[in-house]
């Protein structure tokens, strides 16, 4: 683990940052991080140095996001109907991530190693955290055995992104979400 870094470094980190946060509100994961350099003051080298790429960028962009939507999966574990629950977080993932652009394409598989299909810190925060909503709704018989997080999280990430340039993208990624849950069968 590197050690601590100087006053001036913590503050290239935090100005890299704010203007990644704009840049990814209006342009999402294709921010440019030339643009991002340039706004921020400082070189392309810098930018890679706190950020060795894109992917961590959008990592960091999205942590504090990532973290609301754990607490979100922790504060639901308990609650009454085990689907309900399960449904209500990943609704909230949806959501979340149309808002706030850039969100799903860090948690967009990318070939991890064994015990991950994922690579990086949000997608693991994000499958430990839905990891017991979806565990009590298979011990309840209210979601099929097998399904996994990922499943979950990888269908969401391909709604939103399915949808971030629709006129209504909240309500279409919303629409698409509700439609995969309740299959194509008609309603009773």
């Given amino acids: 683990m590197p050690g601590p870094q100087r006053a001036d470094a913590r503050r290239n980190r935090a100005r890299i940052l704010a203007v990644a946060e704009r840049e990814v509100a209006a342009h999402g994961g294709a921010a440019s991080l030339e643009r991002i350099a340039r706004t921020a003051g400082v070189g392309s080298a810098t930018v890679r140095r706190h950020f060795p790429g894109r992917r961590a960028l959008l990592e960091a962009v999205s942590h504090s996001r990532i973290e609301a939507l754990c607490a ?18 990943l609704g909230d993932v949806v959501a979340y991530s149309v808002s706030a652009r850039g969100l799903a394409e860090t948690l967009v598989h990318e070939g991890a190693g064994p015990g991950s299909v994922y690579e990086n810190s949000c997608s693991a925060m994000m499958e430990e955290a839905g990891d017991p909503l979806l565990r009590r709704a298979v011990r309840d018989g209210a979601v099929a055995a097998g399904v996994t997080v990922t499943d979950l999280i ?9 949808t971030e340039h629709h006129p209504d993208p909240a309500a279409s990624a919303d629409r698409l979400f509700r439609l995969a849950v309740a299959g194509l069968g008609p309603r009773s």
Wanted: no cysteine; charged share 25%; proline share 0%.
């Fill in 72 to 89: 979100r999966a922790r504060d639901l574990a308990g609650e009454g109907d085990s689907r309900s629950a399960l449904l209500e977080w």
């Fill in 154 to 162: 990888t269908l969401v990430v391909g709604i939103v992104l399915a």
